[in-house]
């Protein structure tokens, strides 16, 4: 593959809470659900990154998030799947899905997340990566982000084979796209059936209207249990049967079919062929336990922060640690048209170095963010013996300080999942990058991402000869004398 897959569209926060059923409601005829334990996971366009992204290729996903909660979760969740994520903005809340299950099955599914916001305009670095894809995939849940114009400029120009899984509350795939894969309810609502036609004529009729309208060059069906029609133009229709049986959980089956089509397209398949992997892979999915089994409780699972912000009534911060904290100090500053600056570190000893880096990054917009590495990420980067403070007292020091407005704590080595979230506009840091004591051609690791959004890169300089593990050393030599 010459790029990476790009995964375009709507993502959701899917949780499954498992429980168990041992009596109705006192007040109302209904079971009571005693909660045994809940998983959270990407879903959307979401899911289809990181089912590309188990299968070893390199996944970009171009999805908007919210600055909220959920917004914050499914960041930590898609980069721990290492899923590269070129983040819009998304007005309003991240869309949910809760999934209430006893024994294997679902009793009630619950949505939330209000109707959809308007994602933000795309980067000139999303644009470029759209254009070097080796396949793209439209995973398209009618929430938005398929019908930004900017992003359907980028597909209709892009070289690479597309993929488009619709939404009949979405837009109509841009013409030209190698392969849209919708499903027979979907087909249905898209292209009205005949009355008395069978489920291949209506499966093949409507895949044919598709491909007519989107001038589509192939519509494959899929079936379900039965596997897929695909509809070439002027061809007999191609049925391509399961493998064998696929009884079970088929939730998630049809983004798991659109992103084995859309790897088998990136590496040279053809389309017969390219359905063909698809339709074994999402058999053998469902038939190996649906997504419970595909991505267990403890992959990913990362923490963004536990401790949730709260106000006054004199609207002075009351905690300004944690993902609640961030979220409403960034709906604050962006609704202002402020400049949101973010920067991070371990922050171990709290030095006089520190406290100079923090007030210069704070010059420089309407906010200070700081993403605090936790304790496991610290003891990852520097060793067993470190950090010397704990998290929790590490952030309730960073957040009494004047120039910092809120305290983001990660789990990850790197901060760039929270990044993905936060968007800055200016990510500082402290160094001798300006100074002349580095290499001045070197880059800083975060330049990457920061330019997923547009966002830019600066370093302040820090004060000469304050460094936590020095400090450190010094303390232990004093006491060995």
């Known amino acids: 593959m010459r790029g990476p897959v790009v995964v375009l569209g709507d993502t959701l926060l899917d949780r499954d809470v498992e429980g168990v059923v041992n009596r109705l409601c ?6 009571v659900l005693d909660e045994t334990s809940a998983t959270d996971r990407p879903g959307g366009a979401g899911l289809a990154a990181v089912f590309a992204a188990a299968q070893g290729a390199e996944v970009v996903l171009v999805t908007a998030l919210a600055d909220d909660a959920g917004g914050a979760r499914l960041s930590a969740l898609l980069g721990a799947a290492g899923v590269r994520v070129y983040p819009l903005a998304l007005n309003g809340a991240t869309p949910e899905k ?121 519509v494959a069906v899929t079936l379900g249990g039965d596997g897929a029609l695909l509809c070439h133009a002027g061809s007999t229709p191609l049925v391509v049967p399961t493998p064998g049986s696929a009884e079970g959980d088929t939730c998630g089956a049809g983004d798991r079919f659109a992103a084995a089509a859309s790897l088998a397209l990136a590496q040279g398949a053809l389309v017969s062929e390219a359905v063909q992997a698809a339709v074994a892979e999402a058999s053998a999915y469902v038939a190996g336990g649906g997504v419970a089994a595909a991505l267990p409780p403890s992959t990913p699972g990362v923490r963004m922060g536990s401790t949730p912000g709260s106000r006054t009534q004199g609207g002075a911060r009351a905690d300004r640690v944690g993902v609640a904290a961030v979220a409403t100090l960034l709906g604050e500053v962006r609704a202002a048209g402020g400049t949101v600056v973010a920067t991070g570190g371990c922050f171990d000893l709290l030095h006089a ?17 700081v993403c605090l590495n936790s304790d496991a990420s610290v003891a990852g980067l520097k060793g067993p013996d470190r950090p010397v403070q704990s998290e929790g007292d590490r952030s309730r020091l960073l957040a009494a300080l004047s120039c910092v407005d809120a305290v983001l704590i990660f789990d990850e080595p790197t901060p760039e999942a929270a990044l993905s979230w936060v968007r ?38 820090y004060l000469d000869g304050r460094s936590t593990t020095d400090m450190i050393v010094r303390t232990l030599a004093e006491r060995t004398r």
Not at 360 to 368: F, I, S, T
């Open 353 to 369: 170095g520190h406290v100079a880096t923090l007030e210069a990054a704070r010059q420089l917009g309407d906010c200070l963010i």
């Open 424 to 461: 800055p506009d200016v990510w500082v840091k402290g160094g001798d990058y300006a100074t002349g004591g580095g290499d001045a051609t070197a880059t800083l690791p975060e330049a990457e991402v920061l330019r997923r959004w547009g966002g830019n890169t600066v370093v302040v300089p």
């Open 98 to 218: 809760i999934r209430l299950r006893a024994r294997g099955r679902v009793l009630l599914r619950h949505d939330r997340g209000g109707t959809s916001g308007e994602p933000g305009q795309p980067s000139d670095e999303v644009l470029r990566v759209i254009g070097a894809a080796s396949a793209v995939l439209v995973s398209d849940y009618g929430r938005g982000v398929a019908r930004q114009p900017a992003l359907r400029d980028a597909l209709a120009a892009t070289r690479a084979p597309v993929v488009w899984d619709p939404h009949p509350r979405g837009p109509a795939a841009v013409p030209g796209v190698h392969l849209a894969t919708p499903n027979e309810s979907e087909v249905r609502e898209l292209v009205p059936a005949l009355p008395g036609a069978s489920r291949l004529a209506t499966a093949s009729r409507g895949a044919q209207g598709l491909r007519r309208r989107w001038r589509a060059g192939a």
């Open 26 to 31: 006192p007040d109302s005829p209904v079971p």
